[in-house]
Nanobody, 125 residues
Framework: QVQLVESGGGSVQAGGSLRLSCALSPPTSRRHSMAWFRQAPGKEREGVANICSDVTRTFYVDSVKGRFTISKDNANNTLYLQMNSLKPEDTAMYYC??????????????????WGQGTQVTVTS
């Protein structure tokens, strides 16, 4: 059973930084492609960033380009999201997701079939 466990959320002032982590298990799932999604209260879930299974290609929603960086450490089977220059509109529950069919690309398709429990990010002005 694939499991995803996020950590690293918290509260930060606008302009600050946070790094989210997502531990993926078991090790045999390391070839899954992965992504970060977020959902703010009263809003639909949106894709934030994804990384292909070969970890050479990454994609971002326009609102975070230049501020967020997704990366994956295959040796530790851990996904990261480095978030810089945070804005109040980045406030949301952030979820890690993995796809056994290896989805990746700019459209954040529906093939992410494993999800973490979420970690809250709050950015104050």
């Amino acid at each position: 059973q694939v499991q995803l466990v996020e950590s690293g959320g918290g509260s930060v002032q606008a302009g600050g930084s946070l790094r989210l982590s997502c531990a993926l298990s078991p090790p045999t799932s390391r070839r899954h492609s992965m992504a970060w999604f977020r959902q703010a209260p009263g809003k639909e879930r949106e894709g934030v960033a994804n990384i292909c299974s070969d970890v050479t290609r990454t994609f971002y929603v326009d609102s975070v380009k230049g501020r967020f960086t997704i990366s994956k450490d295959n040796a530790n089977n851990t996904l990261y999201l480095q978030m810089n220059s945070l804005k109040p509109e980045d406030t949301a529950m952030y979820y890690c997701a993995a796809g056994s069919k290896r989805p990746c690309g700019p459209t954040f398709g529906p093939d992410y079939n494993y999800w973490g429990q979420g970690t809250q990010v709050t950015v104050t002005s």
